[in-house]
């Protein structure tokens, strides 16, 4: 079906001229951002339904409602960290790159990922980083909705830690704004419960076929740390993706572990009431 092979370059066309339009227009980089990203979301909602790789995996109508909480939620967590960084690239970013943008934008693209990758990582491995983002590995399901499903501080950490890196090494505010349309794209993109394949490009770039595996419930498969470029896990050495490969189940290895999804506000104070498996 042309909509499988379709589907991903149309969203990173989308993205590039998303990028490019703001750069140039010197659009607000928060409205665009807010605008781009929920322009995202519906278009992979759509295309959940066009093409699902697993019908049991859509949301049902309770599970929108405690998605929705927790978009608000995170939404909250991200928009206070985007000013915080925002504030501080302001400040500490030069007004004049030392390199040109279509240089240093991939470079920060690399730097950011690598941050990402590590704090991601970390969150897995540290004990109190996983009682914040176990949260988001409680669902049974990948899908769009509940990509959102994230303790708040996982969010401040995760985004703040990221953008602030990349201000305090100097990146212009040009660039930070173009990576993070992408990390945005990327983030939506590998949780999409779609039935798409991006064959070799997943030595490179993080997707759902991979992203699916490292919410599995066999922590043997569950590598896969980067959520928008593949470099860092293969580096690394996490990288566990097989062509055609799918997780006998998702979610929690010991679900008793974290509340559930639905206990919004469980979720978020369980972090200090003990240790999460």
């Known amino acids: 079906m042309w909509t499988r092979r379709a589907a991903y370059p149309v969203l990173l066309l989308a993205t590039v001229a998303t990028a490019v339009a703001g750069l140039r227009y010197r659009l607000d980089p928060g409205l665009t951002t807010s605008a781009f990203q929920f322009a995202v979301i519906a278009y992979l909602v759509i295309l959940e339904r066009l093409i ?33 960084v925002e504030a501080l690239v302001g400040v500490v970013s030069p007004a004049r790159p030392a390199l040109p943008l279509a240089v240093e934008t991939p470079l920060a693209l690399l730097v950011g990922s690598l941050a ?24 049974q399901k990948v899908n769009v909705a509940n990509n959102g499903v994230n303790h708040v501080l996982d969010v401040l ?12 090494l100097g990146f212009s505010q ?79 290895k010991d679900p008793a572990s974290f509340p559930g999804t639905e206990a919004v506000l469980a979720s978020h104070l369980q972090a200090w009431r003990g240790p999460a498996g």
């Open 157 to 168: 950490l995760a985004q703040g830690g990221v953008q602030v890196s990349l201000s305090l």
């Open 52 to 84: 699902p790789y697993d019908r049991d995996w859509h949301p049902d109508r309770r599970e929108w409602g405690w998605y929705g909480i927790y978009f608000l939620v995170t939404a909250a967590g991200s928009v206070t960290a985007q000013l915080l």
């Open 174 to 252: 040009e660039s930070v704004f173009a990576i993070g349309l992408f990390v945005i794209t990327q983030g939506y993109f590998t949780h999409a419960n779609i039935d798409v394949r991006i064959g070799w490009l997943n030595h490179l770039l993080a997707s759902p076929e991979q992203h699916r595996l490292h919410h599995s419930t066999d922590l043997a498969e569950a590598g896969h740390y980067g959520s928008d470029l593949a470099v860092w896990d293969r580096i690394f050495g996490s990288y566990t993706w097989r062509p055609g490969r799918r997780p006998s189940a998702v979610g929690l």
């Open 116 to 139: 990402s990758y590590l704090v991601h990582r970390w969150s897995h491995t540290n004990p109190w980083l996983w009682r914040l983002h176990g949260v988001h590995h409680v669902p």
